[in-house]
């Protein structure tokens, strides 16, 4: 299933002129990235299940047996292994989420000098080199609006159609935003509406939503930060018992211990992941 995936959404595509372009919507870990946010997310969570599972089955003493050795390597390896396999779709989503924000604030800059070009009484072609120039002050050479920006410029001194690559680009993206401009630029160019109205009408509906967005990113910044102590708070509040209070703390190893705090740990994990959803707000 997942080769099926990724032969479906491979990471870089070719352009109608043989360009390397990238696909927005996919990202696919090197080795060496997973390994090493693999291992970050292993140490967390094998830290984190000797802390709340650690010191279990001792004897009657409250001597550590053999079994305790046992279970204090196998049970934070498995916890660990866990918390690495569901942080990597975790780094994979936040790349392309970060990818795909990056790219709509560029496109916003790169519709503004379109726009101001197309008043400066420049045709279609001549303003995107015209942008070209502009945005090469503005951003780094490896950003992506300049590299989609060289896409289109090849595109039109090999005769390809600016319409075509602007669909491309548009699938690429993983933007309804930048899909629905190609869209109707497609159709405003072929049949000679005034292009220039459409490309202000669609920086001014972006900027209003980019705008839009930027503040219920504000509004919700606290509640994040509060979700994120919530999420913390448990594990801070179990190490200090242990440390501060051993008698108190060899509950944990008792069997309505252990039931309770997996129960916690549950229902954290679960409470995060619904409070993550509730605060991704989209536009």
């Not at 420049?122 to 050479?141: G, I, R, T």
């Not at 669909?167 to 935003?177: K, L, N, T, V």
């Not at 708070?233 to 179990?238: G, R, W």
Request: no cysteine.
């Amino acid at each position: 299933m997942k080769k099926k995936t990724e032969a479906a959404e491979p990471q870089y595509y070719s352009s109608a002129t043989n360009i390397k372009v990238l696909n927005y919507k996919a990202y696919y870990m090197s080795f060496p990235e997973k390994l090493l946010f693999f291992l970050l997310a292993f140490a967390v969570g094998a830290a984190v299940g000797y802390l709340f599972y650690g010191g279990l089955a001792k004897d009657e003493y409250g001597q550590p047996t053999t079994m305790t050795y046992v279970l204090n390597i196998a049970i934070p390896s498995v916890v660990g292994i866990i918390a690495g396999k569901l942080f990597l779709p975790v780094r994979r989503d936040s790349v392309i989420k970060k990818r795909k924000k990056e790219l709509t604030h560029q496109f916003r800059d790169m519709l503004e000098s379109l726009t101001t070009s197309l008043g400066a009484g420049k045709n279609v072609n001549d303003s995107f080199m015209s942008v070209y120039e502009d945005l090469k002050v503005q951003y780094d050479e490896d950003a992506f609006i300049l590299k989609e920006l060289e896409v289109i410029i090849s595109g039109i001194h090999n005769n390809v159609a600016i319409e075509d690559i602007l669909d491309d680009f548009g699938r690429r993206s993983g933007s309804e935003d930048i899909k629905s401009f190609a869209d109707v630029f497609r159709v405003s160019y072929s049949k000679g509406v005034n292009v220039k109205d459409i490309i202000r009408n669609t920086h001014g509906i972006l900027n209003d939503k980019m705008e839009i967005a930027e503040d219920i990113e504000t509004v919700v910044t606290s509640n994040k930060t509060e979700q994120n102590i919530m999420i913390v708070m448990p594990i801070a509040l179990v190490g200090m018992i242990k440390l501060m209070s051993p008698d108190f703390a060899a509950n944990f190893a008792t069997s309505s211990g252990v039931i309770s705090t997996t129960v916690g740990i549950v229902m954290f994990v679960a409470a995060y992941f619904i409070g993550k959803a509730i605060l991704n707000i989209k536009i």
